[in-house]
C-alpha cells in the first residue's frame, strides 16, 4: 500500500491550500480515509475523516468551517482543502487509511507551513 501526499508548501495566513493523497495498492473505494497532522514538538493530531462513500465527514474543532475533506473514488484520491489558514496549522500533514477500526495505512507527510 503506497499513500502519496502533496501539495504542501508556504502560504501567509488567511491563505489557502489544497492537499492530495494518491493511494495504490489497496481498494480505495471502500477505505475510509483521514488526515492526521504533527507539528514541531507536538503529538500527531487528528484534522479530518471521511467514510469510503464520501457521505460523512468528520473534523477536529481546530479545523472545523475552515477546512473540507473530499475524495475522489475514480482517481483513488483524497483532498484537504484548506482555508483560513493560521500559523497554528503549520504541520507535517499526512493522509492514512483505515482498516477495520484503526488507521493502519500512512502516507509520507507534506509539509505545511503558515507565515504570520
Known amino acids: 500500500v503506497q499513500l502519496q501526499a502533496s501539495g504542501g508548501g508556504l502560504v501567509q495566513a488567511g491563505g489557502s491550500l489544497r492537499l492530495s493523497c494518491t493511494a495504490s495498492?489497496?481498494?480505495?473505494?471502500?477505505?475510509?480515509m483521514g488526515w492526521f497532522r504533527q507539528a514541531p514538538g507536538k503529538e500527531r493530531e487528528f484534522v479530518a475523516a471521511?467514510?469510503?462513500?464520501?457521505?460523512?465527514?468528520y473534523y477536529a474543532d481546530s479545523v472545523k468551517g475552515r477546512f473540507t475533506i473530499s475524495r475522489e473514488n475514480a482517481k483513488n484520491t483524497l483532498y484537504l482543502q484548506m482555508n483560513s489558514l493560521k500559523p497554528e496549522d503549520t504541520a507535517v500533514y499526512y493522509c492514512?487509511?483505515?482498516?477495520?477500526?484503526?488507521?493502519?495505512?500512512w502516507g509520507q507527510g507534506t509539509q505545511v507551513t503558515v507565515s504570520s
Open positions: 492514512a487509511s483505515k482498516l477495520g477500526k484503526a488507521y493502519k495505512y
Open positions: 495498492g489497496l481498494t480505495f473505494r471502500t477505505s475510509d
Open positions: 471521511i467514510i469510503w462513500s464520501g457521505d460523512t465527514t
